[in-house]
């Protein structure tokens, strides 16, 4: 929403701002992830190429590419800024699950006018889907990979639209630092409608629903029991009054994307949760050195996204206040934020199960967490990135094997793979190559005596896992989003929304964020890499546990017709497009690769999108030299760019562009990859809060049309002649 009459709502995407100081050299690729078990499975059997060198990976040529046959068989969409959902011919999509949908028995139908009862809100949906994953189910309830018409679909709701969700929008009294919610059930409505759903969805004939009264449909919110799991688990770090013993916290927060387990689990990532804690300057006579230096990092600071803190002292609200207010951590809530910024485990098939936040997965702005290759006696790996500009890519190896005995234990197999591991940050090289460093306390200048922090044990580097990353002097990145891997070759793609000039000025290009120029919106400058790229690599002999990889750039976003030092991957009016976000590959048609966008760089052109892509591989382009220009200044710069896609309409098209103001985010597919599931994110965020009582100036009445409030939404795609989706 627009943020001018609302002190609480910050004026900047949260994603789009940056907290790291660092002089070190910008990042150059990142990795974060989903993707499901079947595929991976597959992929830690494909075979491929070794790669070796001396002093790095040296560039190999890329072996034939498995899905090089595979094309894609539909008419490209066109551009529009419609309220609408645009679709190529002989696809039909229907809206399966809203925001405010009733996911229990006696639960009445959303009203969508803010007046429905707030103690309804832990059994609707929430707001702002996003990351998903669809878990087949058999006939008995038990998760089953190929199922076709019966499964679990288990989603984020990453934040909400604050003016829609009440009848006049947010209750606040007063200004700035001193601004108050005064309307508790306002404010119980927002607590539930962030986190997760889990919902049972099936197939009668061709129709695809949700079952209301599902004993498996659960909602995961920001007041739901969580256990702090792994090495941070009873630290004084995360001793709070809740937990005096550190051993859990209350909540999730921003849920962002999404990951998976080989034993049938939901990873659900915990994103930009730093703005939502109250922490006024005052605090900071209060504090150690170090925990200023950590505040800062991290970005804890100010009157608190949505202004929870400030409806009263009880903990309800309270727990919001990361301020230091009583005579210990066991009487405040001073170390609350500490206990945010994790991977939570979720069970979905045991609707009593307490989540888990993996803390051995390190602590930041997780955006996703993509399990790699799948290999009996072999480490599992998750793929990470931070969403933020300038922030790094990591990934976990566990310490364990994995053994396909544990595939139905549920959350104690978290327990084994998770909870005790090696937690690495990508360094990205200008020749290509690149190597994971090591985040562990007494390594690589982590330890007590590094000049920045004073890291005290693991559970600190854990906590403060950015300043441990600015220690080993990681790479830099263009904000991090989603990452995938190809179900064939084990490559890691991974989207890097955008930048602009003030995060990385065009004397601070690089090989693998290579990109400054203007792209113009409404005759207004966009100096930087507006439009973003998509970067890729492979580990070394294509082992997720190695500690090299070679890395290019597949794709490249840009308005059709742009200069080629822009538009270096050939886009064309059938496949433009600007600041990818969601990126994932599907299991039932493997090679098959959908990119979405989250965009405002191109919004005068078109509204968000999908695309449908066939990636080849690390390695099937060549080295480049492009020209940036920008505030004065020209400079060449040097990168490796994949087999240029954009004029081969076979292998890269538009197939949906979505209604006004949304986002287009989350994807799953059914087990047979006839029925694509879809979010529809915030449509209509750009309504000014002052016109919620003017229907007729709100930005979008998508999904319900007429005068209705929009809602966010998870479509479900079919073919009309009920093949398989995009091919």
Known sequence: MNPSHNPFTPA??????????????????????????????????????????????????????????????????????????????????????????????GVPAYKNDG?????????????????????????????ASRATDRGLLVMNHEAITPAFLHAAGQTIVGSKDEARRTDAREVQREFYLHGVSVIETQKKGKTWSYRQDSRYNRRIHTLTDMVLS???????????????????????????????????????????WAGYFRR??????????????????????????????????????????????????????????NTYGWVVEIDPFNPKSTPKKRTALGRFGHEGACLGPVVPGQPLVWYMGDDARNEYIYKFVSARNWDPKDANQGLSAGDKYMDAGTLYVAKFKDDGSGEWLELSH?????????????????????????????????????RPEWAAIHPRTGDVYVTLTNTNARSRPVDKTNAANPR??????????????????????????RNPAALAFQWDVYLFGARAGSSPDINLSGLTADNDFSSPDGLWFSDAVPGLAWLQTDDGAYTDVTNCMMLAAVPGQVGDGGKQTIVNVGAGNTRTQDTYVGAQVGQKGTQLRRFLVGPKGCEITGIAESGDGRALFVNIQHPGENTDDKDIGDPAKFESHWPDGGNARPRSATLVITRDDGGKIGV
Not at 447 to 470: C, I, M, P
């Open 12 to 105: 900047i995407d949260p994603d789009e701002v940056g907290y790291n100081p660092c002089a070190q050299a910008p990042l150059e690729t990142l990795i974060a992830t989903r993707m499901s078990r079947r595929g991976l499975l597959r992929a830690g059997t494909a075979g491929a190429a070794l790669l070796s060198g001396i002093g790095g990976l040296a560039r190999a040529a890329a072996p034939a590419s498995e899905g090089a046959g595979l094309t894609l068989n539909f008419n490209p969409v066109a551009k529009h800024l419609a309220d609408t959902v645009a679709l190529p011919a002989g696809y039909s999509a229907t809206v399966l699950y809203r925001l405010g949908d009733p996911i229990a028995a």
């Open 115 to 143: 007046t429905d009862d707030p103690a309804s809100y832990d059994r609707r949906a929430g707001d702002h889907h996003d990351g998903m994953t669809w878990f087949g189910m058999d006939a008995q309830g038990r998760w």
């Open 230 to 272: 792994g090495p941070v688990a009873g630290n004084d770090l995360v001793k709070t009054k809740y937990a005096p013993d550190g051993s859990k916290t209350r909540g999730t927060v921003n849920n962002c994307a999404n990951g998976t387990t080989p034993w049938g689990t939901y990873l659900t990532c915990e994103e930009n």
């Open 280 to 337: 006024l300057s005052a605090d900071d006579a209060r504090r150690s050195a170090k925990e200023l230096t950590a505040f800062k990092r991290y970005g804890v600071a100010g009157a608190g996204r949505e202004g929870w803190a400030t409806v009263g002292d009880d903990d309800l609200y309270a727990r919001w206040n990361t301020e230091v207010r009583g005579a210990s951590a066991a009487e405040d809530y001073r170390n609350v934020s």
């Open 442 to 478: 007494g390594k690589n200048g982590i330890d007590a005596n590094n000049k920045n922090y004073s890291f005290a044990n693991q559970a600190d580097v854990l906590v403060n896992t950015r300043l441990a990353a600015d220690a080993v002097g990681a790479t830099r990145m263009d």
């Open 516 to 541: 400054y120029y203007n792209d113009p919106k409404n005759g207004k400058p966009q100096e930087g890499n507006p439009n973003g790229h998509i970067v890729r690599f492979a580990d070394e002999q």
